[in-house]
């Protein structure tokens, strides 16, 4: 069986020469474009106004080529950068150097959360888009936890196991096309060529910051969006304690345990950590489907449903990366087939039935059906779901 246990995240960006976030800054108009997007995720969603990073002591894990740690500087961090893929240092030192703020990092480390040696905290540690993909990661966490000073931030992202069902759902459908159209290698030009006929059209009415072809190796046929790849609130929360930190925000936001309470009212961090994944019960169709459902439409998942999309995510991940499923083992399952068919949510209802359309498309063994069946859907093609999540905690 191949998957990701021979090859880590780090190893498998630099066999394929790849950047995963080439974001581009290099004119004014992309900078301010990149800008706006990294204040939206600071101020509107994490509840984080920039004057947080303003004269801040800020190490940030996975920096990559620098630039969101370069958002940051200019707002006034003293950066401490750390980051194990050497071919990216250059570009990063590049950067800050052309916006004239190299003289706001303190330090450019060239090594990994593990092989990083702390001589002090940080009022904010940063570390995304890479933690789910460790083997380590809980331990990562934990050490992330300890380098926040006391009433400091942490903010870290991970790719959530039940809101990338949307983008396993597109390994699914890529991995049948391509094993019908015989293109063996995921990485070979033949299997860009396939997923630009399949996707471009839909990724082109995202607001992704990078290129098709980084999103199509860093997460269409990247060996890291599987099951082991996958993380979910109920694992973090349980780290974040702990590591002696608790849930302050979320991107996206969907925690409102807080709201309409009074501040007298306080709630024992681990009491409140409860309260907030009752309420991820009733958002599982969202986290799922990322599509915004009127409340009461559709009730709280049950653990049977919840346990019936941990079960189609391993078969799909192992349909996808070995050979041991074969295309006609797959299956929708029916307790989450009940929960979103029978509810009162129109969207989801139509969802529902297009998926299992596919799913039949994909068990069978014509190319075009398989092709045709996503296309034609109106609904599956635009839902992404909730894949990437971001929670920033504090440091008791
Ligand atoms: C998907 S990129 C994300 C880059 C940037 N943080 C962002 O969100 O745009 C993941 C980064 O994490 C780095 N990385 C991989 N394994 C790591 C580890 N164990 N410790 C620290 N960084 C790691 C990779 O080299 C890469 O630069």
Redesign the pocket.
Same mark, same amino acid.
């Given at each position: 069986m191949t998957t990701k246990k021979e090859t880590?995240?780090?190893e498998y960006?630099q066999e394929h020469g790849l950047n995963?976030?080439p974001?581009d800054v290099e004119d004014q108009t992309c900078w301010k474009e990149h800008v706006i997007k990294r204040r939206n995720l600071y101020e509107k969603h994490l509840m984080l106004p920039t004057v947080c990073f303003r004269d801040r002591s800020v190490i940030?894990?996975?920096?990559? #080529?620098g630039?969101?740690a370069l958002y940051l500087a200019a707002l006034g961090a003293r950066l401490t950068l750390?980051?194990?893929?050497g071919q990216?240092l250059p570009r990063l030192r590049n950067l800050f150097e052309r916006f004239g703020l190299d003289g706001r990092i303190e330090a450019l480390v060239n090594?990994?959360?593990?092989g990083f040696e702390a001589t002090q905290q940080y009022d904010v540690m940063?570390?995304?888009?890479?933690l789910s993909?460790?083997a380590e990661r809980d331990q990562?966490v934990l050490k992330l936890g300890s380098l926040v000073k006391p009433g400091g931030l942490g903010v870290i #992202?991970f790719d959530d196991r039940y809101g990338s069902l949307m983008e396993l759902l597109r390994q699914m459908i890529f991995r049948r096309v391509r094993q019908l159209s015989g293109v063996e290698d995921p990485h070979g030009e033949q299997s860009l060529e396939l997923a630009h006929g399949l996707f471009t059209e839909d990724f082109g009415r995202l607001n992704a910051s990078r290129p098709f072809s980084a999103w199509w190796e860093?997460v269409l046929v990247s060996p890291f969006v599987s099951w082991k790849g996958l993380w979910c609130y109920h694992e973090m929360l349980a780290l974040l304690e702990r590591a002696d930190c608790e849930f302050y925000s979320s991107s996206p936001r969907w925690v409102s345990v807080d709201n309409f309470t009074w501040y007298k009212n306080v709630t024992e961090r681990h009491h409140r950590h409860e309260r907030i994944l009752e309420q991820w019960n009733s958002c599982f169709a969202y986290f799922l489907t990322g599509m915004m459902i009127d409340e009461g439409a559709i009730g709280p998942a049950s653990v049977e449903v919840v346990e019936s999309v941990d079960e189609l995510i391993r078969l799909i991940s192992d349909f996808v990366f070995s050979d041991d499923v074969l295309a006609a083992e797959l299956h929708w399952p029916d307790l989450l087939d009940e929960y979103l068919g029978c509810c009162q949510a129109a969207g989801l209802k139509a969802v529902n039935s297009e998926i299992k359309r596919v799913f039949e498309a994909v068990q069978g063994d014509d190319l075009e059906k398989v092709r045709v069946g996503y296309q034609q859907t109106e609904i599956l093609r635009n839902l992404w779901g909730t894949h990437g999540h971001y929670i920033s905690f504090i440091k008791a």
């Open positions: 880590t995240l780090l960006y995963p976030v974001i940030e894990f996975g920096c990559n #080529s630039e969101n750390v980051e194990p893929n990216v090594t990994d959360i593990a940063l570390a995304e888009g890479f993909a460790l990562a #992202s860093d």
